[in-house]
Each structure stands twice: as C-alpha cells, then as structure tokens.
C-alpha cells in the first residue's frame, strides 16, 4: 500500500448515505476531505443494510453503533411471507447470508439514526462538513479541480467525488445528457411507534406487496407503493393512497397497523426512479458515486448497500493506487457488475409486481441476484 494516497485533497458534494461513508473511507486512506450539504435535515423512514452491506459497515467502523441503534437480523430482511390473510406462505430459497466473524445478515435502521452514525464518524475521522452549501461551478484542469460554493467561497482539490443523489448536479457536469428514469410508481413509507404485538415481514396482496419491518424499541416501518403519475403527492393524498393499499389486506396485524393510519399521521410519498449511468462514471478528477452513478427502487433492499459498497472501494482504490487515473478506472471496474445487478433486477421486481407475479417467482428473481451479491465486493 502506498504510504500517501492518490490524491490529498478531496471534496465530496452530497451528505447522504454515500458522500458521508466516503468521507469515512477516504480519511482512513490518508485523504483531508471535505463535504458540503445542501440540506441538514435527513429523510426517510427506514433502511434494510444486507449481505456485503453489513461486510461494509464493520470495514468502515459503523456496524458497532448500527447494531446497537438498530434492529439486527441474523438472516435476511425476505425471512417471512405472508398472504393477504396473514397466512405465512413458504419462503423462496435464499442464498444464506454472506456474515461471518459474528456479524450479523442485516442490520435495519431509522434513517435518521444511519445519517447521525455516518456524520459523527466523519467528524471524528476529521472529515471537514459543511451544510446548507453545495457547488455551483466545477472548472476541471488535468491537475485538480476549481471549485466555486453557494455562498461564494472557492477551493482547489485533486478529487471532486459526486454522492449527490439521483437528481444529482455533479452528473450533469459530465454526462449532460444523462436523466432518472420514472418507474411510473410512487413509493409510500410510514412509521407506526409503540407497536405493543409486530408481526414483520412481507405480505402479498391482490395488487402488490406492502412490507412491514421492524425497528426498535417497537417502531414498525411500513412500505409500499403504488401506479401514480409523476406528481407533488400531498400529506392528505398520501395517507389516502396508503389507506388504499392497506384496505386490501385482512390480516389481523395488518388491520391493526391500518387503524393507526389517522389524519396526523406522516406519510412519505416519493417517486420511483432509476439511472444506471453507463461506464466511465468520471470525466478526469471529477467521479460520481451512490445513487447519482446508480440509482434504483427498493425491490432488492440493496440501494444502501451499494452506497457503502461504493464508499469502502472507493477508498481502498485511492488508498493503493499510483494516481488518481488509476483509483477511479479500478472502482468503477470493481462497481460495474454489482451495481448493475442491483439496479436491473430492482426494476425488474417492480415490474413483476406490477403484473402481479407471485412471491415464489419473484423470489427466484431475488435469490439469483443476492446469490450474486453474496461475493465480496
């Protein structure tokens, strides 16, 4: 291993699951990195971090504090099926879960609590954060890269690393051309706290599937999804499309869950889209990771996993390599496959699902993808 790293100056746009897992990664190779966010206030409701993901979270030093603040799985987040009765159905093979060493299948965990574990480690690794700030010009020169921020500061760095998201900025500067594809589906997500009796799992129903897991102390996550055009959904329609979806179902747990569903309730409606950027994801200093490289729907539950995935090569790269040249053809030569599989075969259940395919079927979709997935990054 090099005694320096490729590069010393790094700047990473975008404080998500990405950007702050690759300020991580990129301190322990020896790199000052910088982060700028536009937003402070993280989004979401849950996240299922299986396979390899959970091999990247104790690579980067974040299984510890995940474990502890989540709900840990030692298998896999697909264990349980059920009807739409609430009648468990028979799992589809699965490959088993990669773990070893003590480690668990899967880690589940509010996505508030993910984003406060990344950002105090990469404070503590001594990464440089800076919210409410992003980049506004990119000016590349076979050196380094100017760059100029929102509030009219500038900075020089040897690596510009875009973790930016699917809606990314940074991927406009080098693939002009290049936008998310909308699924046509509109995700639907909620969270249920003080859940005295939680029945998790995933259950099949006339029009698709609704998923409910579990977070701690007895939080229940739910999520599904629905056909809906591209549109502003309000907190009211968003209930009311939940509303919906869970009336299809009568499972006791289920009708439980439903009755919760009153008009105060914070429904989170956001829609489906996916981009798989073709190869090379850099245009000479200037590299896109996570969701701005590959963005998908959480039919395979590996959206995250990915973004740490990126995260822990991109620093082993930087880490080891002569150049910077280098560091970014082996990442993205050690991502393609793995991404590629994710993204093509989340779409792929959602479409299945869509045309309402059964769980065995679907199952099989799945298991040959984390089968795949099962080998090291």
Same mark, same amino acid.
């Given at each position: 291993m090099n005694v320096r790293p490729a590069v010393d100056d790094?700047?990473?746009?975008?404080?998500?699951?990405?950007?702050?897992?690759?300020?991580? &990664?990129?301190?322990a190779a020896g790199a000052a990195v910088d982060v700028v966010e536009r937003d402070d206030r993280p989004e979401g409701a849950s996240i299922g971090l299986t396979g390899r993901a959970v091999d990247g979270l104790d690579e980067l030093g974040?299984?510890?504090?995940?474990?502890?603040?989540g709900n840990v799985l030692h298998g896999t987040v697909f264990d349980h099926?059920?009807?739409?009765?609430?009648?468990?159905?028979p799992v589809p093979p699965?490959?088993?879960?990669?773990?070893?060493?003590?480690?668990?299948?899967?880690?589940?965990?509010?996505?508030?609590?993910?984003?406060?574990?990344?950002?105090?480690?990469?404070?503590r690794?001594?990464?440089?954060?800076?919210?409410?700030?992003?980049?506004?010009?990119?000016?590349?020169?076979?050196?380094?890269?100017?760059?100029? $921020?929102?509030?009219?500061?500038?900075?020089?760095y040897g690596l510009v690393v875009g973790a930016d998201g699917v809606g990314s900025w940074t991927r406009g500067q080098i693939h002009e051309d290049l936008e998310p594809q909308y699924t046509g589906h509109m995700s639907l997500r909620w969270l249920v706290p003080d859940v005295s009796d939680s029945r998790p799992g995933f259950y099949h129903g006339p029009?698709?599937?609704?998923?409910?897991?579990?977070?701690p102390p007895r939080t229940v996550y739910v999520s599904t999804g629905c056909d809906h055009p591209r549109t502003h959904v309000g907190d009211e329609e &968003?209930?009311?499309?939940?509303?919906?979806?869970?009336?299809?179902?009568?499972?006791? $747990?289920?009708?439980?869950?439903?009755?919760?569903?009153?008009?105060? &309730?914070?429904?989170?409606?956001?829609?489906?889209?996916?981009?798989?950027?073709?190869?090379?994801w850099h245009r000479g200093r200037v590299t896109l990771i996570g969701d701005a490289a590959h963005a998908t729907t959480a039919h395979l539950s590996s959206g995250g996993g990915m973004a740490l995935e990126d995260a822990a090569v991109l620093g082993q790269e930087i880490a080891r390599a002569a150049t910077v040249a280098e560091a970014l053809d082996r990442f993205a030569a050690r991502r393609a496959d793995r991404v590629r599989n994710v993204v093509e075969t989340s779409v792929e259940l959602m479409r299945m699902e869509r045309e309402h395919a059964g769980p065995r079927a679907m199952g099989k979709v799945r298991g040959e993808a984390l089968g795949a997935l099962s080998a090291p990054y």
């Open positions: 790094i700047l990473i746009i975008g404080g998500g699951i990405a950007g702050l897992a690759a300020a991580v &990664a990129l301190r974040l299984l510890e504090d995940c474990a502890a603040r099926m059920y009807d739409a009765e609430g009648t468990p159905l699965m490959p088993p879960p990669p773990g070893g060493n003590g480690r668990p299948g899967a880690v589940v965990i509010h996505r508030a609590e993910l984003a406060d574990i990344l950002r105090t480690h990469a404070l690794a001594g990464a440089r954060l800076r919210t409410r700030t992003t980049v506004t010009t990119l000016e590349r020169h076979p050196t380094h890269v100017n760059v100029t $921020f929102t509030d009219g500061s500038e900075g020089v029009q698709g599937t609704v998923i409910f897991g579990l977070l &968003a209930r009311e499309m939940l509303r919906a979806r869970l009336a299809q179902y009568s499972a006791p $747990f289920v009708r439980e869950i439903a009755e919760r569903l009153t008009d105060d &309730a914070i429904v989170l409606a956001r829609p489906y889209e996916w981009i798989l950027v073709p190869q090379p």
